[in-house]
């Protein structure tokens, strides 16, 4: 994210830590959402190696791409599958979002064979530059369907989350336009720290 390659790799340390301890507590039935965030310290830590790694050509770009990886090809189908699978009640609706965020990630998947990209810092932050079609209108696609699956799930924890999460994009969208992809990833892998006190909340009761 932004700042430097500290900020990235202690968040990353941080979240794996949280993660374990989450994984661990996590039954059976949870252990998808216990993942999310041990996955997203290894995004962090994508993004650590990148900074550190700036303008050093296939270094940088290993970085980018496994860092984009999950940004623009894992969570848009890790995340609706994940809930799809938790929410039995609302399968109906959130079977649509699997199939959006399996569609996202397609398209985001050809842009990343197909065209150029470029990695470069901008106002504190990584700027992922790639120049994918009707860019808004995906990125758009993508927020509907990271958060939409939490705001349409029966769970009234899970449409908190959405909300912060949905409230972050709005932020990142906002202040950091240039650099949202970057940005963006950060607020979520840090709110994604809370699946832990929601993991041993239900292990108490």
Known sequence: MCYSAGASLVASGGLATIGIATYRAADKKHKMLAAIPIIFAVQQAFEGFQWISLGVGKPSMIAAYSFLFFAFLFWPVYMPYTIFK?????????????????????????????????????????????????SQLLVAFYVFVTCGVLLFSSNKVFNWFGVLLLLSAVISEIFFFYTFTSVWCFFAAMLSSLVYFYIRHLKMY
């Open 86 to 134: 938790l929410d039995p009640k609302r399968r109906k609706i959130l079977k649509w979002l699997v199939g959006f965020g399996i569609a996202v990630a397609l398209i985001f998947l050809l842009s990343l064979l197909y065209l150029p990209l470029s990695v470069y810092p901008r106002g504190g932050s990584i700027c992922y530059d790639i120049n994918v079609p009707f």
